[in-house]
């Protein structure tokens, strides 16, 4: 099992960044994917995520409007857009997948890629 995400970087406050997971090794249309943050000292923030096979979405509401989570199950690609970015924003993201109806701290995760939101 592999996932693999891309597309951090830095950007300027209300700038935009679209992060991609390649995902590998398991049934993609089996798992709910997901993008987290790491918050220090707390573990990991669910940021959003869609259902594969339905693409039904849902968003934490610090994101709610402002991010876009796709998928091509296609490619077993998921993505997140990230649109009028803050300072607050920037962090570790991760991509998850997650077992329908299960927690994702027991799914798969990538390696993270770092967010950088700054003038």
């Known amino acids: 099992v592999q996932l693999v995400e891309s597309g951090g970087g830095l950007v300027q406050p209300g700038g935009s960044l679209r992060l991609s997971c390649a995902a590998s090794?398991?049934?993609?249309?089996?798992?709910?994917m997901g993008w987290y943050l790491q918050v220090p000292g707390l573990g990991r923030e669910w940021v959003a995520n869609i259902v594969t096979n339905d693409g039904s979405t849902a968003y934490n509401n610090s994101v709610k409007g402002r991010f876009t989570i796709s998928r091509d199950n296609a490619r077993h690609m998921v993505y997140l857009q990230m649109d009028s970015l803050k300072p607050d924003d920037a962090d570790v993201y991760y991509c998850n997948a997650k077992a329908y109806g299960t927690d994702a701290r027991y799914g798969y995760w990538g390696q993270g890629t770092q967010v950088t939101v700054s003038s």
């Open positions: 090794g398991f049934t993609f249309s089996n798992y709910v």
